[in-house]
């Protein structure tokens, strides 16, 4: 089993910024991506920023410029800076983890998500 634990989300003014960090408890399991996903009611969740083990990042089209995705591998946590924020940034943001175990099995898991709320 593996816990994410989200921090970070809050109500901020457009043009601001927030940091969303997400922690994982996988210590049976070898961390193949995290990622950042935002859910509007009523939407399908879509993707905001993905980090891979190997360093490889991606971005909705939406964010390029204005998020930026990292990661502490030693603390197995991911960071999504979020910049020049805007209105239509508001959303749940959810924290997930692509994880393996040593048959190489695939398990998706999800954090418990974090409201985003930039208010105009």
């Known amino acids: 089993q593996v816990q994410l634990v989200e921090s970070g989300g809050g109500l901020v003014q457009a043009g601001g910024s927030l940091r969303l960090s997400c922690a994982a408890s996988?210590?049976?399991?070898?961390?193949?991506?995290m990622g950042w996903y935002r859910e509007t009611p009523g939407k399908q969740r879509e993707l905001v920023a993905r980090l891979t083990t190997g360093g490889s990042r991606n971005y909705a089209d939406s964010v390029k410029g204005r998020f930026t995705i990292s990661s502490d591998n030693a603390k197995n946590t991911v960071y999504l800076q979020m910049n020049s924020l805007k209105p239509e940034d508001t959303d749940v943001y959810y924290c997930?983890?692509?994880?393996?175990?040593?048959?190489?099995?695939?398990?998706?898991?999800w954090g418990q998500g974090t409201q985003v709320t930039v208010s105009s």
């Open positions: 997930k983890a692509i994880v393996s175990d040593y048959s190489r099995h695939q398990f998706h898991y």
């Open positions: 996988a210590s049976t399991f070898s961390i193949n991506s």
